[in-house]
């Protein structure tokens, strides 16, 4: 069955750190798809990043960059020099073969709160 | 750029009312998403729609949900007899290609029933 576990349920920082954000994934196909997704507190979803699972390079977009090891089933999330408007709730989500309408699996998200 | 809408951004209802949730995806999509987030917890997929038709449906979408393109543009959610629990921010989301692609969501109504 699929799961995303994303252990870590808030996060606190203060501007200007680097923080990480943890995501743990499990399923049995061999091609899915990961994805990041930022929660503001006005409450829409924001897309950030899609990883398929033959590609394992690590990413960076400014101060994003992720982190994706299969050997671990991990897919982490890193902001580099951490700002105020980072505050949101942070979902990681999976989508594999099995279903192949596309559904995704959401882990429970990281709740971030970056301090001035 | 193009975006999900989704209406009304909040709706209030008493319980045991029917009550339609509409969103109009992004134009050239072509795979319909529902999911729902309860305050505090994860998001939870509860329907895809491709082709005209429920393509893959969560044990949540039970026989009081139903899902319907009336037309080229909208797509909507409806709840048939609203229970206490169906309190919820609900979202659209639409994707091009479906299993692989990324999905563009609304920006969620919230239903309130009392």
């Known amino acids: 069955a699929q799961k995303v576990t994303q252990a870590q349920t808030e996060i606190s920082v203060v501007e200007k750190e680097d923080v990480t954000l943890d995501c743990v994934y499990e399923?049995?196909?061999?091609?899915?798809?990961l994805f990041w997704y930022k929660q503001p507190p006005s409450g829409e979803l924001v897309f950030l990043i899609r990883?398929?699972?033959?590609?394992?390079q690590n990413e960076i977009s400014g101060r994003y960059s992720w982190n994706f090891q299969k050997s671990t089933s991990s897919f982490n999330f890193t902001i580099t020099a951490s700002q105020v408007v980072d505050s949101a709730v942070y979902f990681c989500a999976l989508s594999d073969y099995s279903s192949n309408t596309g559904k995704l699996i959401f882990g429970q998200g990281t709740t971030l709160q970056v301090k001035p | 750029e193009p975006e999900v809408t989704q209406t009304p951004s909040h709706q209030v209802t008493q319980m045991g009312q029917e009550v339609i949730l509409r969103c109009v995806p992004i134009s050239n999509h072509l795979y319909f998403y529902w999911y729902r987030q309860i305050l505090g917890q994860k998001v939870e997929f509860l329907v895809s729609f491709y082709n005209n038709e429920i393509s893959e449906k969560s044990e949540i979408f039970d026989d009081q949900f139903s899902v319907e393109r009336p037309d080229g543009s909208n797509f909507t959610l409806k709840i048939r007899s609203t229970k206490l629990e169906d309190s919820a921010m609900y979202f659209c989301?639409?994707?091009?290609?479906?299993?692989?692609?990324?999905?563009?969501f609304g920006p969620g109504t919230r239903l309130t029933v009392t």
């Open positions: 399923t049995r196909d061999t091609t899915y798809y």
């Open positions: 990883r398929n699972s033959f590609d394992e």
């Open positions: 989301a639409s994707s091009g290609q479906g299993f692989s692609y990324e999905q563009y």
